[in-house]
């Protein structure tokens, strides 16, 4: 029987905290966007809020605000805000590649495999990672929320729209997912995806990963293209 692994031929990479090092940067932008709507810093209410932004590590980050915020005007004006704040903090050059990660992309590539970065962040913060990092032809495709269709993660819709878009593979089993987050994984399995695999560089940990269907565990994304060649 052919292993899995032999036959993926689309992968799936999430971005903040697995092929990205933003030294917890979310944290920083979260503050500005509490602030913006009257949370007072070292307060009650900031300590739950963030402690449910780092539950909820990999969500559409709109979505995160309407949870804590309600209303949709009040969610979309800590979204700016959040934005806003991280876009200006990866300008002072405050983000940098995962250790290795443009290296196991390009390998990746190079074995005929077609990779797609995803994110939780908008688009234009999306963007301003991808020009930070030079990475603006890395990749064939990069996706956030609102290109497929507004939902984010733990929903499937980036892994099938990647699937959809680039007609890299014929089936889903044929895709491989990986991220840092819970919701990475998740997303992954709910798509079907062949493969779904966490990595220890980011958010969570292997009990949120094994907790959410995760079929491997990485110690980085670096050690996914010996995953994908059969390699243990």
């Given at each position: 029987?052919?292993?899995?692994?032999?036959?993926?031929?689309?992968?799936?990479?999430?971005?903040?905290?697995?092929?990205?090092?933003?030294?917890?940067?979310?944290?920083?932008?979260?503050?500005?966007?509490?602030?913006?709507?009257?949370?007072?810093?070292?307060?009650?209410?900031?300590?739950?809020?963030?402690?449910?932004?780092?539950?909820?590590?990999?969500?559409?980050?709109?979505?995160?605000?309407?949870?804590?915020?309600?209303?949709?005007?009040?969610?979309?004006?800590?979204?700016?805000?959040?934005?806003?704040?991280?876009?200006?903090?990866?300008?002072?050059?405050?983000?940098?590649?995962?250790?290795?990660?443009?290296?196991?992309?390009?390998?990746?590539?190079?074995?005929?495999?077609t990779v797609v970065l995803t994110?939780?962040?908008?688009?234009?913060?999306?963007?301003?990672?991808?020009?930070?990092?030079?990475?603006?032809?890395?990749?064939?495709?990069?996706?956030?929320?609102?290109?497929?269709?507004?939902?984010?993660?733990?929903?499937?819709?980036?892994?099938?729209?990647?699937?959809?878009?680039?007609?890299?593979?014929?089936?889903?089993?044929?895709?491989?997912?990986?991220?840092?987050?819970?919701?990475?994984?998740?997303?992954?399995?709910?798509?079907?995806?062949?493969?779904?695999?966490?990595?220890?560089?980011?958010?969570?940990?292997?009990?949120?990963?094994?907790?959410?269907?995760?079929?491997?565990?990485?110690?980085?994304?670096?050690?996914?293209?010996?995953?994908?060649?059969?390699?243990?």
């Amino acid at each position: 029987m052919t292993d899995i692994s032999d036959d993926i031929r689309l992968v799936v990479l999430d971005m903040a905290g697995t092929t990205v090092a933003d030294g917890g940067l979310v944290e920083r932008a979260f503050a500005a966007a509490a602030a913006e709507l009257g949370v007072e810093p070292g307060s009650a209410q900031h300590a739950e809020h963030l402690a449910y932004v780092r539950a909820t590590m990999g969500e559409s980050k709109i979505s995160v605000f309407r949870h804590l915020f309600g209303d949709e005007e009040r969610a979309r004006r800590a979204n700016t805000t959040f934005e806003k704040a991280y876009g200006e903090l990866v300008d002072q050059g405050l983000v940098a590649p995962v250790p290795g990660a443009r290296e196991a992309v390009e390998e990746l590539a190079g074995s005929g495999r077609t990779v797609v970065l995803t994110t939780g962040f908008a688009r234009v913060t999306q963007d301003a990672i991808l020009d930070a990092l030079g990475w603006q032809d890395l990749v064939p495709l990069t996706l956030c929320p609102a290109d497929a269709g507004g939902r984010g993660r733990p929903f499937p819709d980036m892994v099938l729209e990647a699937f959809l878009r680039t007609k890299a593979a014929e089936d889903v089993t044929q895709v491989a997912v990986v991220g840092d987050t819970s919701y990475d994984v998740l997303s992954g399995v709910r798509a079907g995806a062949g493969i779904v695999a966490g990595v220890r560089t980011g958010a969570h940990g292997d009990e949120e990963f094994r907790a959410a269907g995760a079929t491997h565990v990485l110690d980085s994304v670096t050690g996914l293209p010996a995953l994908l060649t059969g390699a243990r």
